[in-house]
């Protein structure tokens, strides 16, 4: 047990390095993305502390090279799954009992070796195997990554301070004890951040996790791997398997012990999770903690009153930054008639200004899409929209995959606000622009609320005060977060806890400690000094 009431290091945002031309962050990046790339890697399951290869391996490659090899990774068998649960049941008593500075220490080293030694690292295998940019690379697997960490232990202590009152004849405490048995972590490729904190913000609370990680995003993944190993995560405490999803999802939530599911990822994919876990409640010990964040069909509304400049600067950055390929990206924008011909200048200006190609080139502004699928399924929306009379393409509209999947930052407008690109979430370099009259910007509030399943990110440009405030209020449920003036992305762990409602998840807002609280269960302890010896109360007193 701990000796003390210990106050953590203040959690403080991670500055961002410029890898501006001559530093030295941006050598040294480059230097460890060409060693990176002209080696090879084989990444295997971490189960029990073991790297285990199964044989049965995948190739990795870079989506701006897919004919160029990274290395290869080993997939699980249904054997290796039961044995990293079972491996994660036995360490988790022990890991459970370790005081809780203990963890924090674990996680707070971590975050101090992604900042460090492991920054050049993780950013290069960001950028080859998700092909981010430097700065996307940088703001996520490095800065955004080690915010979570920092931050998830200054939460925990938040949390650990909300106590309930006590008298003089009795103490109220309550223990915040981890879940009772095993959480499943099930990570995307866009976010080496988000891979990184899902099992280890579940881990830090005192549970145990089995992760599984994009198929996609394995390289950077084993990075994060080899940080929590050398930050001192136990043996058993975070599992990594690979391999066919379907298989690992059944392994672990039909186990009586599975306790929990963190999830970051396709909307069908977590509402058929949730509908297994409903289907299995009878088998469980507890009833599991469900945590997701799925899709986004997120907007830019502008009033009249918005500078045109910056209506069309956030357009560029939220709908083309990593291609349109954050789940909180801008995919669809409502901009006012008398605001149009200016935003459309600027925009088309902006995206016919963009360099596009490998990231390893720092002059370029967006890379190539994930993979083939994604590449395929944007290619036909583009099509389509070249042949519908109500969409018009007014920059971009082209695709490439000869040498990787390069896909050009498209622009659509159309006369159709229900137009399918409007509705559909994409994931890629498409925005879709709805032209309104201005004077009917109320109906178009209604319009934006109504017109997707999703609640994730969405933002008003606006100079008239009122017409801001009307928004914020009339757009209240279609956003769990919103913007005011500003872009609909890039929210920073600490200033902007993220997550949103619909169809998007269960907004349990990563980055603060409201995610945090999901993986614990509170134990309240009633402890009275001196017990009464007589069952009497005084109303029983004869008058």
Partial sequence: MGKGFFHVPPAVNEPIKSYAPGSPEREEVLNTYKELYNSTVEVPCYINGKEVKTGDTATMHPPHDHKHTLGTYHKATRENVEEAIEGSLKARQEWADLPWEQRAAVFLRAAELIAGPYRAKINAATMLAQSKTIFQAEIDSACELIDFLRFNVEYMTQIF????????????????????????????????????????????????????????????????????????????????????????????????????????????????????????????????????????????????????????????????????????????????????????????????????????????????????????????????????????????????????????PTVIVTDNPKYTTMQTELFGPVVTIYVYEDEEFDDTLKLVDETSIYALTGSIFSTDRHAAAHATKALQNCAGNFYINDKCTGAVVGQQPFGGARASGTNDKAGSKLNLLRWVSPRLIKETFVAPKDYRYPFLGED
């Fill in 161 to 408: 301070d909300d106590q309930p009152e006590s008298t003089s004849e009795a103490w109220n405490r309550v223990e915040y004890r981890p879940l009772e048995g095993f959480v499943y972590a099930i990570t995307p490729f866009n976010f080496t951040a988000i891979a990184g904190n899902l099992p280890a913000s579940a881990a830090l609370m005192g549970n145990v996790a089995l992760w599984k990680p994009s198929d996609s995003q394995v390289y950077s993944a084993q990075v994060v791997m080899e940080v929590f190993k050398e930050a001192g995560v136990p043996d058993g405490v975070i599992n990594m398997v690979m391999g066919d999803p379907v298989m690992i999802s059944d392994v672990a939530i039909s186990h009586p012990d599975f306790t929990g599911l963190h999830f970051t990822g396709s909307t069908n994919v977590f509402q058929d999770l949730w509908k297994t876990i409903g289907n299995n409640i009878h088998t469980y010990k507890t009833y599991p903690r469900i945590v997701g964040e799925t899709g986004g069909k997120d907007f830019i509304m502008a009033h009249k009153s918005a500078d045109a400049k910056q209506v069309a600067t956030a357009i560029a950055r939220g709908a083309f930054e990593f291609q349109g390929q954050k789940c909180s990206a801008c995919s669809r924008c409502y901009i006012p008639k008398s605001l149009w011909a200016d935003v459309k200048k600027y925009l088309v200006e902006d995206v016919k200004s963009f360099k596009m190609g490998s990231p390893e080139d720092m002059g370029n502004f967006v890379t190539a899409v994930i993979h083939e699928g994604s590449f395929d399924k944007l290619a036909s929306y583009i099509d389509k929209a070249k042949e519908d009379k109500d969409a018009e393409i007014i920059v971009g509209g082209n695709y490439d995959k000869s040498k990787g999947w390069f896909v050009e």
